[in-house]
């Protein structure tokens, strides 16, 4: 393929955006698995989890307590019933008897029940504490979560707005490029990151080989708008070391001494 060798070089700067392209993609994908964003959400969720089970706990307790309270109000009730019964001197010898014993083994229902009273009250106390602390904690990683949002979001916001950017000034300098030289370009480009390099030297620009002096002798030979691809990687190679003006062939031996 024949293309002006101008044409080919602005081929290096189609390249150069394809690059930054691909490095705000990199950059893009870095951010989905930013490990301190990932780590925030699933402190987040667990501490939520424990908080959500620790309220849950201090339910079922407050309901243990609600009963053992009733059963107090029970015993007590019926022990008051007993008392009341002996002092109003209508109960039989026998009766009494029955009623001391009731009252008695009510005391000792009332004692187990106060018992458990004072340990539910004290696990209550323990539970509530520690659903205190996680609760500061689900704060404190809702804070680290937001700033950790904000933060990517912000990044993201930069490679939106630096991708805009490089795809309007690839689109730019497509336009002034022949068709039939971006669509070669494109081809390439689909099947490796590096479509087009510089000549640099003997060495190519992208798979940073040497060509060896036998290599370059039809290298050179070339007329200067014919279109040289590397033998190694593919890409075309763009030789800069040419003449600066703007010949549509290599004429002259003069000339091509110049970059041999
Ligand atoms: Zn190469």
Redesign the pocket.
């Known amino acids: 393929m024949k293309a002006d060798l101008f044409d080919q070089r602005r081929l290096l700067e189609l390249q150069a955006v394809d690059t930054q392209l691909t490095q705000l993609g990199q950059r893009r994908k870095k951010l989905d698995a930013d490990p301190v964003y990932a780590t925030a959400v699933q402190r987040q969720r667990a501490l939520a989890d424990k908080a959500a089970n620790l309220t849950g706990d201090l339910a079922d307790l407050d309901r243990d307590i609600e009963r053992v309270e009733r059963e107090v109000e029970l015993v007590t009730k019926r022990a008051d019933s007993d008392r009341t019964r002996m002092a109003s001197g209508a109960a039989t010898s026998k009766e009494l008897e029955g009623l001391q014993s009731e009252l008695e083994s009510l005391a000792r229902r009332q004692g187990t029940l106060e018992d458990d009273q004072l340990e539910l009250m004290e696990r209550r106390e323990v539970l509530e504490s520690e659903l205190g602390e996680v609760r500061r904690q689900v704060e404190e990683s809702r804070q680290v979560l937001a700033d950790a949002e904000a933060d990517r979001g912000r990044q993201l916001g930069e490679i939106d707005a630096e991708t805009a950017d490089a795809t309007s000034t690839r689109e730019a300098l497509a336009i002034n490029i022949p068709d039939r030289l971006v669509e070669l370009y494109e081809r390439i480009h689909a099947k490796q990151p ?1 479509a087009a ?1 510089e000549l640099v030297g003997r060495r ?6 040497e060509k060896s002096p036998a290599d370059m002798i039809p290298i050179k030979s070339a007329p200067i708008d014919e279109v040289i691809r ?6 075309i ?1 763009i030789r800069t070391e040419l003449p600066q003006s703007k010949p549509t062939t290599l004429g002259s031996e003069e000339e091509l001494k110049k970059y041999t």
Do not use: F
């Not at 190519?204 to 080989?209: A, F, I, K, M």
């Open positions: 590096i390099a190519c620009g992208s798979c940073r080989l590397c033998e190694e990687c593919n890409c190679l």
